[in-house]
């Protein structure tokens, strides 16, 4: 008998999917993929938000204000990419380049 | 139902591990949509049946339909092989085992997470539809955030047009 899928499951492959994402924010040089990764972590605290809404029943429904919660979060994510893919044209309209080593003004 | 819940969680972990280790960057956009596939799964697996489509719709769709037009836009090449600096690959890494490894920790000594998923009550006609019942709260409980939201709309747009000009006076 295999043992059955619990909250844990679930709360561990979000966990290491956040901890995917910010490895490569850390590593990554490319700004794009940067951001990528950002939007990953964020999709990872998602799949958190549903299984809590899942495990807390509210009269044998899953708890959806989770679910309202989630729709607020994939809207203001998808204003995010646009402005932030807007910032990155821009970047690369001034500065030729999307990687994040060659942007380096105000460091000196 | 258990080997499902395996296989979609590991399309969206190698999707993940798939993003962060693709050189070229359109490949990498790809993972990432088979990542976004491997969550939705997951999610209607929860029986969040409106947000599982959602993810398709708006992450894999339009967000990332998105990154590839601007990746091809910008033209952008493969990173080329470099050394990669050994502290900070350290440091990267070692930030990313450790979450890991603490968030097993916590998770394996937690009473909390142990139950397996409990059965819904089965309810029948309209009006039962997830669907149904998150707009109901959208629109009465939450009617101040949604008009928030559609401001917040409103501005990025505009945000990118004033972005996207040529020259800002």
Redesign the interface.
């Known amino acids: 008998m295999e043992t059955a899928i619990t909250l844990n499951h679930f709360l561990f492959v979000s966990g290491l999917l956040f901890a995917i994402g910010l490895a490569g924010v850390l590593v990554r040089r490319n700004l794009i993929i940067i951001f990528m990764c950002l939007e990953l972590m964020l999709a990872a605290a998602n799949l958190t938000l549903v299984a809590f809404s899942r495990f807390n029943l509210q009269d044998g429904q899953p708890d959806y204000e989770g679910h309202v919660l989630l729709f607020f979060i994939i809207t203001v994510a998808a204003a995010e990419v646009a402005v932030g893919l807007a910032i990155i044209v821009a970047l690369f309209r001034s500065k030729g380049t999307t990687d994040v080593t060659k942007v380096d003004t105000m460091k000196h | 139902?258990?080997?499902l819940?395996y296989i979609f969680?590991a399309l969206?972990?190698i999707g993940?591990?798939g993003?962060?280790v693709n050189r070229n960057?359109v490949s990498?956009?790809f993972a990432?949509i088979v990542?976004?596939l491997g969550?939705a799964a997951?999610?209607i697996q929860?029986?969040?049946y409106?947000?599982g489509v959602?993810?398709i719709l708006?992450?894999a769709g339009?967000?990332m339909v998105?990154?590839i037009f601007?990746?091809m836009?910008?033209d952008?090449q493969a990173?080329e092989r470099r050394k990669?600096p050994l502290f900070?690959?350290l440091?990267?890494?070692g930030?990313?085992?450790a979450?890991?490894a603490l968030?097993?920790v916590i998770?394996?000594r937690?009473e909390?997470?142990?139950?397996?998923?409990?059965a819904?009550?089965a309810?029948e006609g309209p009006g039962t539809s997830?669907v149904h019942?998150?707009g109901e709260?959208?629109f009465s409980q939450?009617w101040f955030?949604i008009q928030v939201?559609g401001i917040?709309?409103l501005?990025?747009?505009i945000?990118?047009v004033v972005?996207?000009k040529k020259e800002l006076k």
């Open positions: 139902m258990t080997f819940f969680a969206a972990l993940g591990i993003v962060v960057p990498a956009a990432m990542s976004f969550l997951l999610f929860l029986d969040a409106l947000v959602l993810q708006v992450y339009a967000i998105l990154f601007i990746i836009l910008l952008v990173e990669l900070s690959a440091g990267a890494g930030v990313a085992v979450f890991a968030l097993l998770l394996t937690s909390v997470g142990t139950a397996s998923i409990p819904l009550e309810i997830d019942r998150i709260l959208l939450y955030p939201v917040l709309l501005v990025a747009t945000g990118v972005l996207s």
